[in-house]
């Protein structure tokens, strides 16, 4: 059975441009959350989709945003990059309510 | 405000050298704490999940307890394999639906 995938693997961009980050969930899952990992940290709560309606949102400034699509895919966005928005960017899915959740590779996201 | 402290930070262990990682948490109304082990570069994976004080779970080499201020993973005769970095993560409250991970303890077992 297919995990978490993420697209992009890796990216790079410029300070100041716009990124969007693509996850689709395990089959039958309907939940998905984002994370952001900062290098030797721990994964910090972004937002929880479910049912393709906001269940939750971190601390994140409103540069970020996300959405989750009627096949229960996601997408998360984020505007004005800053240097500082470098980071792993994990998705992951549970088949009802955020827990237990699993989640994918992670997109590595460079802001240069 | 709800919070997750791991320790130790670093743990070096031999081959065969049996251990005991912590995980502290200070929060309201947990629903579940979290284990999850993450290799370099890639997304964490799932290990356990523990809902209640006294409840255990093992997995080969590792087996996690939880008390009501903490929860501890213990790894039996390790091996180089299971070097990692393991993660605890609390899911509390009745509106919240994130989890809240502590920093994780990265792990070297050496042969």
């Known amino acids: 059975d297919a995990g978490v995938t993420q697209s992009p693997t890796h990216l790079i961009k410029t300070r100041g441009q716009h990124v969007t980050l693509r996850c689709s969930p395990i089959?039958?899952?309907?939940?998905v959350s984002w994370y952001q990992q900062v290098l030797g940290q721990g994964p910090q709560f972004i937002f929880q989709y479910y049912e393709k309606e906001e269940r939750g949102r971190g601390n994140f400034p409103d540069r970020f945003s996300a959405r989750q699509f009627p096949n229960y895919s996601s997408e998360l966005n984020v505007n004005a990059l800053l240097l500082g928005d470098s980071a792993l960017y994990l998705c992951a899915s549970s088949p009802h309510g955020p827990s237990p959740a699993f989640f994918g590779q992670g997109t590595r996201l460079t802001v240069v | 405000e709800d919070q997750v402290t791991q320790s130790p930070e670093a743990l070096r262990l031999q081959e065969g050298e049996s251990s005991s990682l912590n995980c502290s948490y200070t929060?309201?109304?947990?629903?579940?704490l979290f284990w999850y082990r993450q290799d370099p570069g890639k997304g964490p994976e799932f290990l356990f999940t523990l809902y209640s004080a006294g409840e255990e779970k093992e997995k080969e080499r590792l087996k996690a307890t939880l008390t009501k201020k903490e929860s501890f993973l213990h790894i039996t005769a390790p091996k180089p394999e299971d070097s990692a970095t393991y993660l605890c993560?609390?899911?509390?409250?009745?509106?919240?639906?994130?989890?809240?991970f502590g920093a994780g303890t990265r792990l070297t077992v050496k042969p």
């Open positions: 993560a609390v899911q509390a409250g009745y509106n919240n639906n994130d989890m809240r």
């Open positions: 929060v309201s109304g947990l629903r579940g």
């Open positions: 089959s039958g899952h309907k939940s």
